[in-house]
Structures are given as C-alpha cells and as structure tokens.
T-cell receptor, first 112, second 111 residues
Framework: DTAVSQTPKYLVTQMGNDKSIKCEQN?????MYWYKQDSKKFLKIMFS???????INETVPNRFSPKSPDKAHLNLHINSLELGDSAVYFC???????????FGPGTRLTVL | DAKTTQPTSMDCAEGRAANLPCNHS???????VYWYRQIHSQGPQYIIH???NNETNEMASLIITEDRKSSTLILPHATLRDTAVYYC????????????FGAGTRLTVKP
C-alpha cells in the first residue's frame, strides 16, 4: 500500500550511459515532482508536473528529461550520465500545486 | 536559497519534549511554515504546517510567534525513532509548489 514508490532503489552505472528512474503514486494526486539530494545533503527541486504538464523546470541540464505517461507516473530519464549526477533522487506528489508534498523512498544513483 | 535559519544540531533525551526552533524573519504574510523530517536513508516525511495559528497533530505541535518571524516544532515525547534531520520551510502555497529545503537541524534522541 506504498503511497509514492520509486524503482530502482539503487542504480550503479558507468559514465556516458543512459538510465531511467520510475516513480508511481497511488494517492490520486495531480502533481508530481523530482528532487535531487547531493552529497552535502541539500535537497533541491528539479521538475514539477501538474496533470502531465511541466510547470517547474529549474536549471537542470537538458540531459535530464521527465516523462509523465499519466498523472500517477513521473519517470526521470537521464542521458549521457556524468560523475556529478551521482546523488539520491526523490519523487514526490501532492494534490495540487499548493498542497502538501509526500515523498518517495529515493533512488541512490552512483555514476562510476 | 532557504529563507529560514535553524541550528545545525540538537540533542534530546528519550521521553522528553524536543523543541526545534526556526527563524524566518523575512516571512511574507501569505507564506506558510512547513516542517518535514528526513530519517537516515529515507525520503522526507511531512510533519505539520501552519500560517499564523498554532497547530497540533498526532506527530507534533507547531508554535508560531505573533510576529511570525520564528516558530518552534515540538515533539512532545521524543523517541529514538525521532532521530532525524528536521527541515523548516516557508512557502507561498497559492499557485506555487516550490519548496526550498535548507540544511535543517540534525536531532539526536539519546537513551
């Protein structure tokens, strides 16, 4: 009965590869997000989707592309992975753009 | 850049109340105060939020000063499982879903 789930939990890959992280929420929320938590533990928003439309895109390299097939899913695709992409990525969701956000368990990405 | 200031770390004895302060001296009239916590290796967990009145739920109480320039999160009976990093965030909720996390306070509950 997990509310916000992410797969995989851990992802280890080589520089230059392309990888995807999946997120699903079963809360019926309309808005979903991707956050990045770096090695210094700062948590920063990357993307926000409301009803499958992008509404926030912070200064994120265009190697990162979110894809929302439906409002319950927001996947993060990363092209040409770099060492600096190593971080924990969190998905979150909320009812609307102004509402409380609920986070997933995180995906730890390690780029070698 | 977070708009809040929190102590880097705090300790609390198990069973005692944990009082976590937060300064938000530049808060605007339409900004809410949110508290989240992050237990090691887990996603941030919502605790409570408020605008100007004190709030209480099953997890904690939130006390906001009358001038709204600071607030305190109270965990009434801290347990070892409350050891986490606690984040105080101010955000405008109308047409804005941008939450900016700072460094937070690392609370360690000791037996």
């Amino acid at each position: 009965d997990t509310a916000v789930s992410q797969t995989p939990k851990y992802l280890v890959t080589q520089m230059g590869n392309d990888k995807s992280i999946k997120c699903e929420q079963n809360l019926g929320h309309d808005t979903m997000y991707w956050y990045k938590q770096d090695s210094k533990k700062f948590l920063k928003i990357m993307f926000s989707y409301n009803n499958k439309e992008l509404i926030i895109n912070e200064t994120v390299p265009n190697r990162f592309s979110p894809k929302s097939p439906d409002k319950a899913h927001l996947n993060l695709h990363i092209n040409s992975l770099e060492l600096g992409d190593s971080a924990v990525y969190f998905c979150a969701s909320s009812w609307g753009v102004a509402d409380t956000q609920y986070f997933g368990p995180g995906t730890r990405l390690t780029v070698l | 850049d977070a708009k809040t200031t929190q102590p880097t770390s705090m300790d609390c004895a198990e069973g005692r109340a944990a009082n976590l302060p937060c300064n938000h001296s530049t808060i605007s009239g339409n900004e809410y105060v949110y508290w989240y916590r992050q237990i090691h290796s887990q996603g941030p967990q919502y605790i409570i939020h408020g605008l100007k009145n004190n709030e209480t739920n099953e997890m904690a109480s939130l006390i906001i000063t009358e001038d709204r320039k600071s607030s305190t999160l109270i965990l009434p009976h801290a347990t070892l499982r409350d050891t986490a990093v606690y984040y105080c965030i101010v955000r405008v909720t109308a047409n804005n879903n941008d939450m900016r996390f700072g460094a937070g306070t690392r609370l360690t509950v000791k037996p």
